[in-house]
């Protein structure tokens, strides 16, 4: 199976900050990548698709990048509302693997 | 409004079965593939079973294989996983999901149910 991973795994940020969370594939998936928002007790929302497409209604602070085994979200200016863990998940096979997340909190 | 929301969970002893649903609304049903996805206390989320549109193709880790099995009712807009054999390891938030893609591509998840919980306590 492919292996996803992220980093970091926490990142402390402060309203108005650059955030960057990266997703790296064990092998090529292509841009067969989504990104997801999950806040505590909610499910998850999808914010990117295909790598860096924005989700209908997802504000466009938000952004997608990269091909083959790395990846990146990157929040241009982070907002209140977007304290929250994020998962990137490859869709170029069956299984389906999420990353196991970074939680994006106050510094 | 598009719409998924799950039933069935509960509290099950260790060896027990359950049978988690996923009713479906605004949508075509039957053209999308659907899936359930769970989250263990304080974990991250993990694939766990898919179905095609037609319910003729059905996907599951391998951490459910043989114990689960993911099934649709496309006339009542339902979709189902009946979960055996249940483990302490299953407990978790039962999410369905569904693929954007109405064809045969694999595709991202746009629309996710609110989830149902599952215990597995004796």
């Known amino acids: 199976d492919i292996q996803m991973t992220q980093s970091p795994s926490t990142l402390s940020a402060s309203v108005g900050d650059r955030v960057t969370i990266t997703c790296r594939a064990s092998?090529?998936?292509?841009?067969?990548l989504a990104w997801y928002q999950q806040k505590p007790g909610k499910a998850p929302k999808l914010l990117i698709y295909?790598?860096?497409n924005l989700e209908s209604g997802v504000p466009s602070r938000f952004s997608g990048s990269g091909s083959g085994t790395e990846f990146t979200l990157t929040i241009s200016s982070l907002q209140p509302d977007d304290f929250a863990t994020y998962y990137c998940?490859?869709?170029?096979?069956?299984?389906?693997?999420f990353g196991q997340g970074t939680k994006v909190d106050m510094k | 409004e598009l719409q998924l929301v799950e039933s069935g969970g509960g509290l099950v002893q260790p060896g027990g079965s359950l049978r988690l649903s996923c009713a479906a609304s605004?949508?075509?049903?039957?053209?999308?593939?659907l899936h359930w996805v769970r989250q263990a206390p304080g974990k991250g989320l993990e694939y766990v079973s898919g179905?095609?549109?037609?319910?003729?193709?059905?996907r599951y880790a391998d951490s459910v294989k043989g114990r689960f099995t993911i099934s649709r009712d496309n006339s009542k807009n339902t979709l189902f996983l009946q979960m055996g054999s249940l483990r302490a390891e299953d407990m978790a938030v039962y999410y369905c999901?569904?693929?954007?893609?109405?064809?045969?591509?694999?595709?991202?998840?746009?629309?996710w149910g609110q989830g149902t919980v599952v215990t597995v306590s004796s």
């Open positions: 999901a569904r693929e954007i893609s109405s064809g045969n591509t694999l595709d991202a998840f746009d629309i």
């Open positions: 605004g949508f075509r049903f039957s053209s999308h593939a």
């Open positions: 179905i095609s549109g037609n319910g003729g193709s059905t």
């Open positions: 092998q090529s998936i292509g841009s067969w």
């Open positions: 295909k790598a860096s």
């Open positions: 998940q490859q869709y170029n096979t069956y299984s389906r693997t």
